[in-house]
């Protein structure tokens, strides 16, 4: 009845654990592994990265287009503020506008068109290219007409502009090369603007190239390519009519490489006409939110095993702290009957002896003997249940002593001798002969012996038989207890061991027991730096083989030799 009802509450403890497990571990890291898994996925279909990099991009990108027209109004400023006045003659102007052009170098023509008409001036040293000769030819007669016939609502249109001022793109050639120059057109602040006075300055189409450009996509990207995971930008510049398969680049930071942009911005101020890209180093923004999706796939993959791998451990561990606890439990109840019969037998004896009753001799003799086997069995009981609460609480020593093994095995087994032929076992004891000194517990030796020897007489039923035997093979001395008796099924061979562990055989239920026999005799033989090992057959019968070093910290005998 008790038994059932403990079955139940075990099962029923078992349950609801598993519900805890379920509901409040199992479930959230299923539904964690679950929502990570598919928000990747939705991050891998809907190119959420991709398209994050390419805003940055187009941020980035425009940051530079704003930085570069800043600085080119700021330059052509700079340069207006030095122009001459419209009102000074014709060799005053040009004097003043060749004095600018030494001054600037980055320029490389200024002009000034007013009611007496256009002064035109090149970078004198540059004027032996024939290329920029025939431009200044060009250019002077273009802007001479023009403003000859628009100056005047020219001037009107660039004084409505925010700097009263417009860049005008134009392709230019320059030794074997194609250019890009931009030529600012304004109006002078000091003059009135109904006189249809226009100023301009032409940016020399190699320093934009060569230092201007660079240095803005430079700067970029250095400023860039901290935040963006390792991987290094580049950048460009290119005209941009060519279509996006043939873009030819004008300017190009470190590292361009070939290839077209990833992102691209048409300048739509200053430098019209050309367009800025921008892409990574040697990789796409594809080919990256691929890396980075898989990546993170592999982790949450390994996180999730890593879940599954703990979930696992923590109901292996619970699992196994619930059968302690149930075996504990058993063992309070097995101690305590082991306990009462001895004492139940003492006092019945001692009681029947009390009265005088008995008359004989001989009955007399055996019901003092009995007395005496019981508090022996007592005695060995209590004794294991103190070395093994010394052994829980780290408190058990050892006294390690130089001892003739052979006669403390043969002493020992002497004084069960007469139980065990009571019994009806036959005894074989093979002590061999030649076995020299080691240094041993001699009490735990003993009491490992005796735990041996009473479980090879409790665990034996048809088959009553009793093999100790000691002998020395490989430097190591071995103590062999055997019987013919139940035997033990291989699953449980490597847990009898175990504190508390006792098999479900029904013999075993049976018989009295602790289940702190072996796990005392493993602790004991440990301790010597030694080693127990079970062989055994169900039905056939187990064979113990306990090893203890010759050589090391137990023996003295090498150290002597
Ligand atoms: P106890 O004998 O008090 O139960 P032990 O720790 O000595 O505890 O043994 C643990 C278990 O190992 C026993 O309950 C029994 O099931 C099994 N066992 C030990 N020795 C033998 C043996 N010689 N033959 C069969 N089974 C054994």
């Known amino acids: 009845m008790n038994l059932k009802k403990s079955k139940f509450l075990g099962g029923f403890n078992r349950f609801r654990l598993m519900l ?28 959420v990265l991709e398209a994050a990099i390419h805003r940055d991009f187009q941020q980035t990108l425009a940051i530079t287009e704003k930085k570069i027209n800043k600085k080119a109004y700021t330059m052509a400023e700079e340069v207006r503020d030095t122009f001459p006045s419209p009102d000074a003659d014709e060799k005053e102007k040009e004097k003043k506008l060749d004095a600018i052009l030494a001054q600037n170098p980055w320029l490389s023509h200024v002009f000034l068109f007013d009611e007496q008409g256009l002064v035109f001036r090149s970078q004198p040293q540059q004027m032996n290219d024939k290329d920029v000769r025939e431009e200044h030819e060009r250019w002077a007669e273009m802007y001479g007409g023009w ?15 925010p700097r009263s001022m417009i860049f005008y793109p134009a392709k230019t050639k320059r030794g074997s090369s194609d250019g890009w120059t931009a030529t600012a057109h304004f109006t002078l602040p000091q003059v009135s603007n ?18 201007f450009f660079p240095g803005f996509l430079d700067e970029m990207v250095k400023q860039n390519s901290n935040d963006s995971g390792g991987n290094q930008l580049a950048m460009m510049i290119y005209p941009a009519d060519a279509e996006m398969g043939k873009v030819k680049p004008l300017v190009t930071t470190a590292g361009w490489g070939e290839g077209k942009p990833e992102v691209m911005r048409k300048f739509d101020d200053g430098f019209r006409g050309l367009a800025l890209g921008i892409k990574y180093q040697g990789t796409s923004v594809a080919e990256l939110g691929r890396t980075w999706v898989h990546r993170s796939f592999l982790i949450l993959g390994i996180l999730s095993l890593m879940i599954i791998g703990g979930l696992v451990l923590t109901k292996h561990i619970v699992s196994k702290e619930m059968g302690l606890a149930r075996l504990k439990s058993d063992f309070v109840s097995n101690v ?21 009753r008995i008359s004989t001799r001989e009955k007399k003799q055996q019901y003092y003997r009995i007395i005496r086997k019981e508090s022996e069995r007592l005695t060995a009981l209590i004794n294991n249940i103190l070395d093994f609460s010394r052994i829980e609480a780290g408190r058990k020593e050892y006294e390690f002593r130089e001892t003739n093994i052979a006669e403390l095995v043969h002493n020992t087994l002497d004084s ?90 029904p013999l075993v239920h049976n018989t009295k027991g602790s289940g702190l026999g072996l796990s005392l005799v493993r602790h004991i033989t440990q301790a010597h730096g030694g080693e127990i090992v079970v062989e055994s057959t169900p039905g056939k019968g187990s064979k113990f083989i306990l090893s203890l070093p010759l050589k090391g910290a137990g023996s003295v005998l090498e150290a002597r030799a």
Do not use: W
């Open 20 to 47: 805890t497990l379920g509901l409040a571990v199992l479930l959230p890291a299923a539904a964690l592994i679950y929502v990570n898994f598919s928000q990747l996925h939705a991050i891998e279909r809907d190119k």
């Open 147 to 161: 403003f000859g016939m628009e100056g005047k609502s020219y001037a009107e249109e660039l004084h409505n502009k």
């Open 194 to 211: 109904d006189r249809g006075v226009v100023g301009g300055a032409t940016f020399d189409p190699c320093f934009l190239k060569q230092t």
């Open 336 to 356: 305590s009957h082991e306990l009462r019969t001895p004492l139940a037998l003492i006092r019945l004896y001692a009681e029947t002896l009390e009265l005088g």
């Open 416 to 505: 069960y001798r007469y139980q065990i032929e009571q019994q009806g076992f036959a005894f074989e004891e093979n002590i061999a002969s030649d076995l020299p000194p080691v240094r041993v517990d001699r009490e735990a030796i003993a009491r490992a012996l005796v735990n041996l020897v009473n479980n090879a007489l409790k665990y034996s039923t048809d088959e009553k038989f009793l093999g100790v035997k000691l002998y020395r093979e490989n430097g190591v001395l071995k103590l062999e207890v055997a019987d013919r008796g139940i035997g033990i099924a291989r699953r449980d061979q490597s847990k009898i061991f175990e504190k508390f562990y006792r098999t479900g055989d």
